[in-house]
């Protein structure tokens, strides 16, 4: 009894809804006072309209549930990087037994951020009350996302009155960064004239000849490298996998001073670059470590393991160009967590002397400096004089504007490559 008079308060809040009413009254009334055929019949055909809409309103939209699905390319996905679209199914289940002629369904997708997109379809339910509706949504850049409730609404066969129901269907995921595939690093190429005092060590990445594991035949093998046992055992050819010779630890300093980028896609370019440095360190088996400074300084210490490495990316998913201030002071307080000896590569839109102090902060902790300049698309400089300057000091320098730009910018033989 309380959810019929429920769903009759909640559905005398519109003027169509105090119109019926006030019909059904009127008819009440004249049947009453008049009587006969006649009053009767329009007292009969006005309650059984209202009783048609109490019970639209009480076992109709008002308790649909949705259950969703989300896709990737029609399989389920494990990873969503920056560009890709989202499918989003919803299974839609009316109750009750009174049919409608449409749903008509409102979506909203936020971001981390704050933005949102909104998404509006109608469907057609069967007479079992169940539809499925189907949408993707635009390609997404890096950062958290959430759907918020669903919205279902209707109408009943009449057009009179309008149904209204709020199902929230859970849907988070997380679109990571974009990232190009670096084939080789000129950093640690034991050869380079850029090195510096730091790479005594050698930092070449032969082979040792202690054997690792197993791994896939790859074509161009030698003979001597072909694990005879495990190809007989798995019927698939397979070499043996050597440990690899030691290279110093790298820390990358990531520049998220608000300031300093010209526009949000400056930003999204350093942040892509950590990235895709992130995966070529994961790739060779290098330690690698992250230092973000923003509002907040984060330090990531250099480690080779997948979870610290999935803890980088996961922070690189929600950071924002949001810092203030120098940088010399945020890196000073976190000295201790840097350790010596490793390289310490600047990824930074800034250039000149605040650059320099960095780089001699670097030095003085035995730490091997280098600058990854990031610039802007739209302001892009006309001359390499930045990197000439750092390269005249010794110091390995790289600028370019493009992500696509980035593998031909570190790893070729110049190194003030753009």
Request: with cysteine; proline share 4%.
């Amino acid at each position: 009894m309380n959810r019929i008079l429920s769903a009759i308060r909640k559905g005398l809040r519109t003027r169509r809804h105090w119109a019926m009413l006030t019909v059904w009254v009127v008819t009440l009334f004249y049947l009453l006072f008049q009587g006969g055929k006649l009053s009767s019949m329009l007292f009969g055909m006005s309650s059984l309209l209202m009783i048609y809409l109490l019970f639209g309103g009480y076992s109709g939209v008002s308790r649909a549930t949705v259950s969703r699905r989300l896709s990737f390319n029609d399989e389920p996905f494990t990873l969503l990087h920056a560009g890709d679209q989202m499918q989003v199914k919803l299974d839609l289940n009316i109750p009750g037994f009174l049919p409608f002629p449409y749903i008509i369904v409102r979506e909203v997708l936020q971001r981390h951020d704050g933005q949102s997109w909104s998404f509006e379809e109608s469907v057609i339910p069967s007479f079992r009350g169940t539809a499925q509706l189907m949408f993707q949504t635009p390609s997404l850049e890096r950062g958290r996302y959430h759907f918020t409730d669903t919205v279902c609404m209707s109408e009943d066969i009449f057009g009179i009155m309008e149904h209204k129901g709020v199902v929230h269907a859970p849907g988070q995921f997380r679109v990571m960064p974009r990232s190009v595939f670096i084939p080789y690093w000129n950093l640690f190429d034991r050869n380079s004239r850029m090195a510096g005092p730091q790479t005594a060590l050698s930092t070449s990445r032969r082979e040792t000849t202690q054997i690792n594991g197993v791994r896939d035949y790859v074509y161009g093998d030698r003979l001597t490298r072909i694990h005879w046992n495990a190809t007989a055992r798995t019927g698939t050819w397979k070499s043996k996998e050597f440990e690899h010779e030691s290279v110093p630890k790298t820390m990358l300093i990531l520049d998220a001073t608000a300031a300093h980028y010209a526009t949000n896609e400056q930003f999204e370019l350093a942040v892509s670059t950590v990235t895709s440095l992130l995966e070529y360190g994961n790739r060779e088996r290098i330690g690698m470590g992250l230092c973000t400074l923003g509002k907040q300084l984060n330090v990531f210490v250099p480690a080779g393991t997948i979870l610290e490495r999935q803890k980088m990316l996961h922070h690189l998913v929600d950071i924002q160009a949001d810092g203030i201030g120098k940088l010399f002071p945020k890196l000073e307080s976190a000295a201790r967590l840097f350790p010596q000896g490793s390289y310490f590569v600047l990824i930074s839109p800034m250039k000149g002397q605040p650059v320099m102090e960095l780089i001699r902060w670097a030095t003085s902790h035995g730490m091997n400096p280098s600058h990854l300049y990031v610039q802007s698309l739209n302001r892009k400089d006309l001359t390499n004089d930045w990197i000439s300057i750092l390269r005249t000091r010794g110091i390995l320098g790289s600028s370019f504007s493009t992500l696509q730009e980035l593998p031909s910018a570190i790893g070729g033989n110049s190194y003030d490559k753009a």
